[in-house]
């Protein structure tokens, strides 16, 4: 049924402008707004759907990862952007915020809605 539809995934914030500051200048994505909703323009052409939601709770989970060939030279760049990285129990990461644990190596961290977003290097 859906073989042939250009899917998307979208999440809640609940400060569109603070959201598409963050986005666009702390992440360097393009970022466009259309009818009160942002459009992240990610790389492979599918846009991600940023909503606002007054009442907004953060999910518990990783809402947007983004795999990246060098983790260390992206915790690095992401660090002097003012991003810090998020320790959960039983996930310990190593002191720049890398968990190494098994897996991809992944560092996780949050948008200014609270919404988990991670770096995960590639093989």
């Not at 959201?19 to 990610?42: D, K, N, P, Q």
């Amino acid at each position: 049924m859906f073989r042939d539809t250009r899917a998307f995934s979208g999440f809640a914030v609940d400060d569109l402008d603070e959201a598409a500051r963050f986005y666009g200048e702390t992440l360097g994505l393009a970022v466009s707004e259309e009818h009160g909703l942002l459009r992240l323009h990610v790389a492979g052409g599918t846009p991600v759907l940023v909503y606002p939601k007054a009442d907004h709770v953060p999910a518990t989970f990783t809402v947007l990862n983004f795999p990246v060939p060098d983790i260390e030279a992206a915790v690095d760049e992401l660090g002097r952007r003012g991003v810090t990285f998020e320790r959960y129990p039983g996930l310990e990461p190593d002191a720049k915020g890398i968990f190494r644990g098994g897996g991809p190596l992944i560092a996780w961290f949050t948008d200014p809605a609270g919404n988990v977003l991670s770096v995960l290097q590639e093989d």
